[in-house]
Nanobody
Framework: QVQLVESGGGLVQTGGSLRLSCAVS????????LGWFRQAPGKEREFVAA????????YYEDSVKGRFTISRDDAKNTVYLQMNSLKPEDTAVYYC????????????????WGQGTQVTVSS
């Protein structure tokens, strides 16, 4: 069973930046694609970004393209999400997950999640 621990969220103003981290354990990190999802109040959890096991391929949801960057550090078993030019509509709890598939599946396919990290963007 994979263990996921997200961190790095906080309160920022519109246009600000945050860097999220997710420590992954319990499976061989280097063989996994990794992804970020988010869930805003009253909405379903949605895909945000994914990175392949090699780190050579990335995939983004349209609304975050050009603003968010996903990366991974295999030495630290950690995946990151650099979020720039933040908007109020980015406010959500952010979660990571891991999967042999790239660019990961739909959120409803995963039974296990970490605690998430809250991102709040004020206008």
């Amino acid at each position: 069973q994979v263990q996921l621990v997200e961190s790095g969220g906080g309160l920022v103003q519109t246009g600000g930046s945050l860097r999220l981290s997710c420590a992954v354990s319990g499976r061989t990190f280097s063989t996994l694609a990794l992804g970020w999802f988010r869930q805003a109040p009253g909405k379903e959890r949605e895909f945000v970004a994914a990175i392949s096991w090699s780190g050579k391929s990335t995939y983004y949801e349209d609304s975050v393209k050009g603003r968010f960057t996903i990366s991974r550090d295999d030495a630290k078993n950690t995946v990151y999400l650099q979020m720039n030019s933040l908007k109020p509509e980015d406010t959500a709890v952010y979660y990571c997950n891991a999967d042999p598939r790239f660019p990961l599946g739909y959120a409803y396919e995963y039974d296990y999640w970490g605690q998430g990290t809250q991102v709040t963007v004020s206008s």
